[in-house]
């Protein structure tokens, strides 16, 4: 997105959050991959929502899934996972909150696994909504904490 776009999109946001829109502010912020201002009004848009967004997100974050545990099993070294591990605890991210730190949590899995998660890759989540992103980062990190002590391949379980 260019800077014009951005400033846009979060002009918008702020006005839905001002007018209390919630499916617009919930939409927005995801868009923006944005920690809500307003934790409630974000629920309720995102309950709002729910329905229609939940049941395609959801549908495709299993495949994405899917996905990522049929190719990362061999290819990535168990350092490397505890060194994701190590510093999503020196930023204290909740890997069980599914809300909040989705900008976070986004930029650590593109820094730590750039060939699943980066801009361009199959599995770009740089529109992955807010919940989806948290519920891969809390998958992700459990099979690196297995991974990191050297257990076997496990599995990601699957929403």
């Given at each position: 997105m260019?800077?014009s776009?951005?400033r ?5 946001r702020i ?9 617009s502010y919930?939409?927005?912020c995801?868009?923006?991959?944005v920690?809500p ?6 629920m309720?848009?995102v309950?709002?929502l ?6 395609q ?7 994405k899934?899917?996905?990522f545990?049929r190719?990362?099993a061999?290819?990535i ?8 591990i190590?510093?999503a605890?020196?930023?204290?991210i909740?890997?069980?909150?599914t809300?909040?730190?989705a900008?976070?949590k ?34 992700v990190?459990k099979?690196?904490e ?6 076997g ?6 929403v």
């Amino acid at each position: 997105m260019e800077d014009s776009e951005i400033r846009l999109i979060e002009g918008r946001r702020i006005e839905a959050l001002s007018r209390m829109d919630a499916k617009s502010y919930a939409t927005l912020c995801d868009a923006m991959g944005v920690e809500p201002e307003d934790g409630d009004l974000y629920m309720n848009g995102v309950r709002l929502l729910g329905k229609d967004k939940e049941g395609q997100e959801m549908g495709e974050l299993i495949e994405k899934q899917r996905e990522f545990e049929r190719t990362l099993a061999d290819k990535i070294p168990k350092e490397r996972y505890a060194a994701f591990i190590s510093e999503a605890g020196k930023h204290n991210i909740d890997a069980s909150n599914t809300y909040l730190g989705a900008a976070q949590k986004r930029s650590l899995l593109f820094k730590f696994f750039p060939e699943d998660f980066a801009p361009g890759k199959p599995r770009d989540m740089r529109f992955t909504g807010q919940r989806a992103v948290g519920i891969i980062f809390r998958e992700v990190t459990k099979y690196a904490e297995g991974k990191a002590k050297g257990r076997g391949q496990g599995r990601i379980k699957t929403v």
